[in-house]
């Protein structure tokens, strides 16, 4: 029996990175899987894999700011699986500008995906949680820009800032249905998404363009280097499993020492 035996998992940002990792480990462990993304024919692929592989998957095309949407994932994870145990509410983008040059626009995409997206999936699955009646557990991907700010990622901090604090408030108000809700803050980790980060900051600071300012970044940690996805999921299936059940309002960091709190 694995860990997660048997355990519905929606992971949102499941096609890739952090999401993918999450949801190998997860369905390695005897979870059964939703893979959510925007991504729907490489959400498909991750799910593919994991059936090869002799786990449980599904796969569904979802953009998590849609409540429309975010109502019909559950949908599937329920019709496919037969309830909803955990959802992992990963989904998550960044374009980072200049604090200076921040606008509204950039501001409101950045904050709707990555905290207004937590809320809708925070509810929907809150809701579905409450009528099966035996809890559950929410799981949200913070960052170490939930703990501190940086200038070239300000509406990213905000965001990530925000999910904290809708995991603090969510904590809260769930806990007497049995659910916990928790979050974990990684730092930098070695994900599709470094590419488009590596871009708009050589672009901010006018570097070259073999430059690598993530990598650098990821020097600042005690460990030196980078995360790999699959380093990280590893804790992610413990939030999913039952030995995660005495722990809920934090956020916890796994960042490779980069932010001490």
């Not at 449980?56 to 975010?70: G, L, P, W």
Request: glycine residues 12%; charged residues 20%; negative net charge.
């Amino acid at each position: 029996m694995g860990r997660v035996q048997d355990r519905v998992v929606i992971v949102t940002g499941g096609a890739g990175g952090i999401g993918a990792a999450a949801c190998r480990a997860i369905a390695a462990e005897g979870g059964r899987v939703l893979v959510a993304d925007l991504d729907a024919a490489q959400a498909r692929a991750v799910a593919d894999d994991i059936v090869a592989a002799g786990g449980a998957a599904e796969s569904t095309e979802v953009d998590v700011t849609d409540r429309e949407q975010v109502r019909a994932m559950i949908d599937r994870a329920v019709d496919s699986f037969g309830e909803l145990n955990v959802i992992f509410n990963n989904a998550g983008m960044n374009r980072p500008r200049g604090f200076m040059d921040v606008d509204q626009a950039n501001f409101d995409e950045i904050v709707r995906v990555n905290t207004w997206g937590v809320i809708v999936c925070t509810q929907e699955a809150a809701k579905q949680m409450i009528a099966q009646g035996s809890g559950g557990k929410i799981v949200n991907t913070g960052s170490i820009a939930s703990r501190q700010g940086f200038w070239d990622f300000v509406p990213y901090c905000v965001a990530k800032f925000g999910t904290l604090a809708v995991t603090q408030a969510a904590a809260r108000g769930l806990v007497e249905h049995g659910i916990t809700v928790n979050a974990f803050a990684p730092g930098v980790v070695d994900t599709p998404m470094w590419v488009g980060l590596n871009e708009d900051i050589r672009a901010i600071h006018d570097q070259p363009a073999d430059a690598d300012p993530m990598r650098e970044f990821a020097t600042g940690t005690l460990i030196g280097r980078p995360a790999s996805p699959s380093e990280i999921a590893p804790f992610l299936v413990y939030l999913a499993s039952s030995e995660s059940d005495y722990m809920t309002g934090q956020m916890y960091m796994v960042d490779g020492g980069q932010v001490l709190v």
